[in-house]
């Protein structure tokens, strides 16, 4: 019993030297200043550390500093300060401190912070350091040099050197199974590097084999970065899904691996192992980016990017080029959108540091090269762009490997088409041969890659005038593509593939290669376009945002184009109604997306026979894809909130068919269905297509149909002239410009239509086009007035005779009441409504600067009195009241300004009073085209004194929105 004071005796002793010795404190106080990121403070601290430690017990724990030392001086100062203060604690450790597994751990410490920087050729010579000292002194642990072999191979897979990282991973692999104990975390990260090696050298089987020991192995640990070791592997799983084409298993896997870093970095208190969480967070948004990327929803895409980008700029050095590698996956998204010089700025940066990093020899810098020359091409800097792609491919062949490499393959197809563009078919021909060999090398003949490039082959060879060619490719990759035809056979739920275009280019090179070889297969083909409209449609339908569904079904203007052109072709033979109502839904097939699209946002339509509970839960699974970059759930709930509304959408088509079609279904209309609802003996319907060759002009009356073709030539220049001519007054040639497209756009139907009433549904540049001003006669040196088209015709304007149809199928009951509204635009509403804003930096200037409508104000007065009209003016003139009062009015009087947006008409806009907030987007004073058909309007009648609201000088396809929503539209051509 004596024993035991003398114990607590020493063990207080100790307790207390340990309070008092300043080394001790000191450590403490800079183990606390790194998890506070206090980086100015600490260097300080380990500086007086390191200079009293030597000759001290102390001495032997330098080492511990290494790397935290290191890394306070390259973040509070620059990467150069971060190395040599790391290289001085290793030169410390050599001169003071024996201990084989002190002098490893300061050298390891140099290679994880050039690591962190992105140094990768310099990270490789420090670990390659690293494991020459492992396996030279036998005091080092067997585990350790597995684990020195691992961070090599991880050094040598950044570089995009597979062979020798997978070496070093199977190295590490059988190091680690020796070991007496189960080392399950380093088991799996062994194989999940095995995993990665093998896909990139294109064994997707060896690769998938050992994902899944990764993940068994990883499930059995214990270790706290567990979960983050499980999101890498989850990552790489997910890439090798997305290559096979397995979008909902790759989703899910990135998702999930989002969902695991975020945890750990929102509970880490290491420093160090927050920023890894992040970065792997990072990962996994952009290799989400890359799914949604590849279905065409470029939306999507950049929105994860831009999470990414977040993140990393957060965290990173401008140079870094795990920093730049995001803005390269955007420059991806710019090129998709042609912003050529947007893409140049972020393929230049991560360019540079590549080669300030990697080397001009890494795959990386060599990838950077060909999208660069894509760059160039887009620019019309012909000869750099042909330099660039021809050094990249050079450059790509010197590597080991080359055979199976996918980023040498790319950069002969971005070769080939920057060929195909400039006609040189021969070149493309070869370059996407080759690629074609390395592809099918890397993953087999039947995979969905290939198909694209025989489709990139196809075309190349009916350039070259091979049409024989053209055909085998084309039914070559129909053939790998024939459980999309299945799918679209057997549901018509909206879904998406990879590289969607891929069925619909098939047929389409099959039908023309089929054309120009004289095949006689009419019915075949008539078939075969129908199912690629299909898969165009079905795709398109997944999107979230109206620009990527534009754009994607742009791209593929050319199927539209044939199988319009087709179905002309068809009726003129036929004659038939049948053909008829075939050429009247292709016509369609492009005109309702962004309004179908907005239709998912109305909260107003009540349809028949649908309960409200399922409109609501139809809203909350639609509202539930937004995401808010904030919010971590939102985000990895994605593929859950997909699932659901995919499962949603099945049985809504079975159980509500009609409303499924109107809201999700593809265009079905009929000559029927527009005399139902549209026509009346005193009215015609007009609607025009225009294909690269042709001009189609449908008229469609109350008892009889034709449809006439002309050619498309000239049609835009007379357009561009007549809308020139306007804008400058110039009366003459207005005059001659006018009639010159009334003969080429109106006269081949004009003995056709005889009733006074007129319903247009323009397509291309005639969407600029008001028909009225047109004169049916040559002009003369007087006034025109009488030779205008509006002499004949009241003419009314439609977006979509399917949206117009489906429209007129919804409940309103007409009201007699007179609505007027006029802001004005006076200064005192222009003074309230700066007095409202916050923030002098977001005040509107463009509102401004709006012209005073006095006679407006007046005029709607007048209506005041004279039809007992409800008038709103000044500040009273809201959006927000609009939106409220307009659906009880049957006529509606707008005297406001419009503002025209001729590139995406149906952002075009009348502007109202404005508050001075500007949060609630249905209450900034802006009435956007697409946002009428939120509104739940019953008038007769819409009269428009706006300015612009149709005028010729600028597209006014967005208010002609007022022709679906009303009865009768009447606009000044101002």
Avoid at 5 to 13: D, I
Avoid at 124 to 152: E, H, K, T
Avoid at 284 to 303: C, E, I, K
Avoid at 883 to 905: D, K, Q, V
Wanted: hydrophobic share 40%.
């Amino acid at each position: 019993m004596r024993v035991i004071p003398a114990l607590v005796f020493c063990w207080c002793a100790s307790a207390a030297s340990a309070q008092t010795d300043p080394l001790a404190v000191r450590h403490a106080r800079i183990s606390d200043l790194r998890q506070r990121e206090q980086h100015t403070e600490l260097l300080k601290q380990v500086e007086r550390q390191l200079n009293e430690a030597v000759g001290t017990p102390w001495q032997d724990s330098i080492h511990t500093y290494a790397f935290t030392f290191g890394r306070a001086a390259w973040k509070s100062q620059d990467a150069e300060a971060g190395i040599a203060a790391v290289q001085r604690i290793i030169d410390l450790v050599q001169r003071y401190d024996k201990d084989a597994l002190h002098r490893l751990n300061a050298l390891e410490a140099k290679g994880k912070l050039l690591q962190g920087m992105g140094r990768m050729k310099e990270c490789i010579a420090a670990d390659s350091l690293v494991l020459a000292f492992a396996d030279a002194d036998p005091n080092v642990p067997l585990i350790r040099r597995g684990m020195a072999r691992q961070r090599l191979a991880s050094d040598y897979a950044q570089m995009g050197d597979h062979e020798n990282s997978l070496r070093h991973y199977t190295r590490a692999r059988d190091i680690f199974a020796k070991s007496d104990t189960l080392l399950a975390l380093l088991m799996g990260d062994a194989c999940s590097g095995m995993g990665a090696a093998y896909w990139h050298l294109g064994d997707t089987r060896k690769a998938d084999e050992q994902y899944g020991l990764a993940l068994s192995y990883i499930e059995q640990s214990t270790d706290p970065k567990r979960d983050f070791r499980m999101a890498g592997t989850l990552i790489n799983r997910g890439i090798l899904w997305q290559s096979t084409g397995d979008l909902v298993r790759s989703k899910a896997n990135y998702l999930e691996s989002i969902r695991r870093c975020g945890a750990v970095a929102d509970t880490a208190r290491d420093p160090q192992l927050r920023e890894e969480a992040i970065l792997g967070r990072t990962r996994g948004y952009v290799n989400l980016a890359t799914v949604y990327f590849a279905m065409g929803d470029d939306g999507r895409s950049r929105h994860f990017l831009e999470l990414a980008l977040r993140d990393r700029q957060a965290m990173l050095e401008p140079d870094d080029p795990r920093l730049l590698g995001v803005k390269d996956r955007l420059a991806d998204v710019e090129l998709q959108a042609k912003n050529f010089a947007k893409a140049e700025e972020y393929v230049l940066a991560f360019l540079e540091a590549c080669e300030k990093y990697y080397g001009t020899r890494s795959k990386d810098y060599l990838r950077a090269c060909s999208k660069l020359g894509v760059v160039r091409a887009g620019l019309q800097q012909d000869s750099k762009a042909d330099s660039l792609f021809r050094l990249s491919i050079a450059l790509h062949l010197k590597l080991d490997g080359s055979a199976t490499s996918i980023e040498l393959a790319s950069a002969y197809r971005r070769h080939a088409q920057f060929c195909m563009s400039r006609g040189r078919w021969s070149e493309a021909v070869h370059d996407l041969e080759q690629a074609l060999t390395i592809l099918e090398k890397v993953h087999g003949p039947q995979h969905h890659q290939v198909a694209g490039y025989l489709l990139a082959l196809a075309e190349a060879r009916f350039g070259a005038g091979d049409a024989q060619g053209t055909l085998q490719d084309a039914e070559r990759a129909m053939a790998l593509l024939t459980d999309r035809s299945d799918a679209l056979k057997n549901s018509s739920v909206p879904q998406a593939w990879p590289q969607p275009n891929l069925l619909p280019d098939a047929i389409y090179w099959k039908v023309k290669a089929g054309k120009a070889l004289g095949i006689d297969a009419a019915d075949q083909w008539r078939s075969e376009l129908d199912l690629s409209v299909l898969a165009l449609l079905r795709n398109k339908a997944v999107y979230q945002d109206e620009g990527s569904k534009l754009g994607f079904i742009g791209q593929e203007k050319v199927v539209f184009d044939l199988a319009i052109d087709l179905a002309a072709d068809d009726h003129a033979r036929s004659r038939s109604s049948a053909d008829l109502d075939r050429f009247l839904t292709l016509a369609e097939t492009d005109r309702s997306i962004l309004l179908k699209s907005r239709l998912n946002e109305f909260s107003s339509i009540r349809f028949t026979g649908v309960p409200d509970t399922v409109l609501m839960r139809e809203g909350q699974l639609v509202a539930a894809l937004e995401i808010d970059r904030d919010d971590l759930d939102a985000v990895t709930g994605l593929a859950e909130h997909e699932r659901a509304l995919a499962t949603f959408l099945e049985r809504l088509s079975k159980d509500h068919p009609q409303y499924f079609a109107m809201r999700y279904g593809e265009p079905s209309i009929t000559l029927q269905h527009v005399r139902g609802k549209l026509l009346t003996p005193s009215r015609d319907l007009l609607v025009y297509a225009l294909t690269d060759e042709h001009l189609h002009m449908l008229v469609v009356g109350s008892d009889t149909a034709a449809l006439v073709r002309a050619s498309v030539q000239g049609v835009a220049e007379a357009v561009s002239t007549m809308n020139a001519a306007i804008a400058s007054r110039d009366r003459k040639a207005y005059a001659r410009s006018a009639h010159e497209l009334y003969q080429l756009a109106f006269a081949p139907v004009a003995p056709l239509l005889r009733k006074t009433e007129l319903l247009i549904v323009p397509d291309g540049d005639l969407h600029k086009v008001n028909f009225e001003t047109l004169l049916f006669e040559p002009p003369t040196e007087g006034n025109n007035v009488e030779r205008m088209l509006i002499q004949k015709h009241a003419i009314a304007y439609l977006l979509s005779v399917t949206t117009a149809v489906q429209f007129a199928g919804l409940k309103k009951e007409p009201s007699g009441k007179v609505l007027a509204f006029a802001p004005g635009f006076s200064d005192e509403l222009k003074q309230h409504y700066i007095a409202q804003v916050p923030d002098t930096g977001a005040i509107d200037h463009s509102y401004l600067d709006l012209v005073r409508q006095p006679f407006a104000v007046s005029t709607a007065e007048a209506l005041g009195s004279m039809v007992n009209a409800r008038v709103q003016l000044a500040a009273e003139a809201s959006e927000q009241r609009f939106r409220e009062m307009s659906s009880r009015h049957g006529i509606l009087h707008l005297g406001t300004h419009a503002e025209m947006n001729a590139t995406s008409p149906m952002y075009s806009r009348l502007v109202f009073s404005k508050d001075g907030a500007g949060l609630d987007p249905d209450a900034d004073g802006y009435l956007h085209a697409y946002e009428i058909y939120e509104l739940d309007l019953r008038a007769q009648l819409a009269v428009l004194t706006a300015c612009e609201t149709g005028a010729g000088t600028a597209d006014v396809e967005g208010v002609r929105s007022w022709a679906t929503a009303s009865r009768t539209l009447v606009a000044p051509a101002w």
